[in-house]
């Protein structure tokens, strides 16, 4: 089965509501990340979180590792904030394994 | 200044020729890796780096050969290309033991 899974496949917002994004894994990791990947564009770490809860501006990601989930709260969203969100754990090789992705569409 | 730098930024080939995708990064890491991205799959792992020694090798085939030259450099060597190889291919850097990854603009291949 998929080893990272993401939920919701697509959210769509108007400007200024929030976004919950969530990630669940099968498998151990010594890592988690988050992305952001613009269409067409290169991926943008957002957060490294492999437990617990780290912010970033308007990013706010939580891991419970025992659980084996991830979420990742966007909070007063703008229409910049359009684009695929992923999620990938990282194993001992530094292997990267992703998630499909969440993908975001902000309305003005 | 970008801090990972692909070459080339597009690349149109045809079946069965040979390319080299060219990744260079300046952010002082020693892990370096290759993922690609097709319209048909997710993002996936091709290969990891280590010190310039191979750590993981998730490419069923020997037509792809990463190569490194210089400790900031990874290339990749494709192979009597095939049109399944379309795809964009994104190279990343990391310190070694599972830290966060950093992603280059990527290659767009095309193979016709």
């Known amino acids: 089965g998929q080893q990272v899974q993401q939920s919701p496949a697509s959210l769509v917002l108007q400007e200024g509501e929030n976004a919950e994004l969530q990630c669940n894994f099968s498998s151990t990791a010594t890592q988690l990340q988050w992305f952001y990947q613009s269409p067409g564009g290169s991926l943008v770490s957002l957060l490294s979180?492999?437990?617990g809860t780290k912010h970033t501006g308007r990013l706010t990601s939580t891991t419970v590792t025992k659980e084996r989930r991830s979420s990742l709260h966007i909070s007063s969203s703008q229409t910049t904030d359009s684009g695929t969100y992923l999620c990938?754990?990282?194993?001992?090789?530094?292997?990267?394994?992703f998630g499909d992705g969440t993908v975001l569409t902000v309305k003005p | 200044d970008p801090k990972i730098i692909q070459k080339p930024k597009y690349l149109v080939a045809v079946t069965g020729s040979e390319k080299i995708l060219i990744c260079e990064q300046y952010l002082g890491h020693n892990a370096m890796y290759w993922y690609r991205q097709s319209a048909k799959k997710p993002l996936e792992f091709m290969f990891s780096y280590s010190y310039q020694k191979l750590m993981d090798n998730q490419t069923a085939s020997s037509r792809f050969q990463p190569q490194s030259s210089k400790k900031n450099h990874l290339d990749l060597q494709i192979t009597a290309l095939k049109p399944d190889d379309s795809a964009t291919y994104f190279c990343?850097?990391?310190?070694?033991?599972?830290?966060?990854?950093?992603f280059g603009p990527g290659t767009r291949l095309t193979v016709l």
């Open positions: 990343a850097s990391s310190q070694v033991g599972g830290a966060e990854q950093f």
């Open positions: 979180n492999p437990s």
């Open positions: 990938a754990i990282v194993t001992n090789t530094g292997k990267l394994t």
